[in-house]
């Protein structure tokens, strides 16, 4: 209870202060104290661009990925014909 | 002017819309070790990812479209992003199935892409534009 509420107090300060923070496996944390990396897979399916943070054990603690889907499939109708 | 064998296009638009207009659709994820595709007639949950704050079946999909024709192609896509808030996928997966469950969770179809993961953060599927040649769903 005690941890949620200096939780909740913590990311009011941060919006306040338009201090910029992230969620994590740890809770939130502003983004000043993590290393970001950030980068783009792309193929003739989709686009997906990812943001990483680390903290300062260079552990993965964030990872967001936006996946842009190109295109849908073409279920392309097929007609038969009278002569089988 | 020689007569021309085809499909009627406005029962391809009926067609597509008998399986999307105004249906509860969901959207599933699954691992790049599943083989999901379009033999599942319906949602299944073999295979499909698991993690915190991800719910078994998916999300809500937001169906605000409803299918279009521009001749000679019947095209539908979502209304909006497909979005799984504050989750962590920690086992790479790289399908979504979108799938109907005003229709015993039929399936509308399996979107792929390249791996991924997710860490305490947001997937986004953003949608391609909803026309005749990059519509999801498309009947040519």
């Known amino acids: 209870m005690i941890n949620k509420t200096l939780g909740y107090l913590k990311r009011q300060y941060w919006k306040l202060f338009d201090i910029e923070h992230v969620t994590t496996t740890f809770g939130h944390e502003r983004c000043d104290k993590l290393r970001k990396v950030e980068g783009c897979d792309e193929d003739h399916r989709a686009k997906a661009d990812w943001v990483e943070y680390y903290n300062d054990k260079d552990e993965l603690v964030h990872r967001s990925v936006t996946i842009a889907l190109k295109q849908g499939v073409d279920l392309g109708g097929t007609q038969g014909d009278f002569h089988g | 002017m020689a007569n021309t064998q085809a499909i009627g296009e406005t029962a391809k638009q009926a067609a597509l819309g008998a399986i999307v207009d105004g249906k509860a659709l969901k959207a599933a994820l699954y691992l790049v070790s599943a083989t999901t595709n379009g033999a599942n007639s319906a949602y299944t949950a073999t295979g499909e990812v698991s993690g915190t704050n991800y719910t078994a079946g ?10 279009a024709l521009t001749s000679p192609t019947a095209y539908w896509t979502p209304s909006a992003n497909i979005v799984f808030t504050t ?5 790479a997966f790289d399908a979504v199935m979108i799938y109907s469950t005003t229709d015993t969770n039929r399936n509308i179809g399996v979107f792929t892409f390249g791996s991924q993961t997710v860490t305490a953060g947001t997937l986004t599927l953003t949608m391609p534009t909803n026309n005749s040649s990059t519509g999801l769903v498309r009947l040519t």
Not at chain 2, 87 to 91: D, I, N, Q, R
């Open chain 2, 58 to 67: 998916g999300v809500s999909v937001t169906n605000g479209n409803t299918a």
């Open chain 2, 87 to 91: 989750v962590t996928l920690s086992t």
